[in-house]
């Protein structure tokens, strides 16, 4: 059937807006496996890529591309070269930089992942970076760490409780775990999370797409889940508590 030609009067086609989506989380909580999953679940049918970020190498990359989850050319590596928070709040450039490129070079693209370098509870992104942001705890964490809060327990738009299924070897009750989560969340979601448990990865993918829905609708509002709490970087600055307001 031929194209009909869209009236003269017609709207312009919304822009197809890539969704900027970060993980952030304490180092191993699982967030490049998430990753890798989410590229796995989502990719068939949205146009997706990834920007890693770690201190001083490219392994988070490596590891991805070596999952074969993506072609490989559409996961880029920053070496952030400092604390990770420093590249995914105080100076975004890089990153900036990166999920830039990867836009216009496979434009249009739907998702654009950003896997933060692991770090502690109080590292978010800053919404210049991304548009929606995943906290990713996992259980060997320990129960409690949940009710602990901080700005990415309290305030990303989802938590993750990953890895799931080692509850039963670390002594840990998940649903007392998202419990507690959803406490220190007033309401905000909290997603239990093993990879080989198809429903709670379905239960994710769809959270995806029901933020990239809102955000294509204009209707996503990015949140800033609030600065680092002070803090010091070793020895060589022990008791050095700062804020974020000045560099480092
Ligand atoms: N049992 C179990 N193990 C998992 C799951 N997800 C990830 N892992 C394992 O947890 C370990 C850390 O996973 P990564 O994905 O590398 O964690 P990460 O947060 O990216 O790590 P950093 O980048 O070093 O901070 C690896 O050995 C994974 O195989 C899960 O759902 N269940």
């Known amino acids: ?10 709207a312009p086609a919304a822009p197809r807006r890539t969704l900027r989506l970060g993980v952030a989380g304490p180092v191993g909580t699982g967030k490049s496996s998430l990753i890798a999953t989410l590229c796995r679940e989502l990719s ?5 890529a990834v920007v890693t970020n770690d201190i001083y190498t490219d392994e988070d990359a490596r590891f991805l591309r070596s999952a074969g989850v993506l072609d490989a050319d559409r996961i880029r590596a920053v070496e952030t ?4 928070h420093t590249a995914i709040r105080d100076d975004i450039t890089a990153n900036l930089d990166a999920v830039e490129d990867l836009e216009a070079e496979f434009a249009p ?25 995943i906290f990713c705890l996992d259980v060997a964490g320990g ?11 309290g305030r990303a738009d989802v938590l993750v409780v990953n890895k799931a299924d080692l509850a039963p070897y ?16 007033d309401g905000r979601p909290v997603l239990a999370v093993a990879r080989d448990d198809a429903a709670s990865v379905a239960r994710l993918s769809d959270w995806v797409r029901d933020v990239l829905d809102e955000h294509r609708a204009g209707t996503h509002v990015p949140q800033d889940p609030g600065p680092m709490a002070p803090h010091g970087h070793g020895p ?3 008791g050095h508590g700062h804020g974020h307001g000045h560099g480092h």
């Open 81 to 84: 070269g400092a604390c990770p």
């Open 1 to 10: 059937m031929p194209d009909t030609p869209a009236p003269e009067n017609a």
């Open 170 to 185: 670390v002594g840990v009750d998940v649903g007392q775990m998202v419990a507690d989560a959803e406490k220190a969340r």
């Open 143 to 153: 129960g409690d760490v949940a009710r602990k809060g901080g700005p990415g327990i």
């Open 236 to 238: 060589g600055d022990a």
């Open 109 to 133: 693209l739907d998702i654009v992942l950003v896997e933060s370098g692991g770090d502690n509870l109080t590292a978010t992104f800053s919404p210049s970076l991304i548009d929606a942001q």
């Open 44 to 48: 068939a049918d949205l146009a997706m």
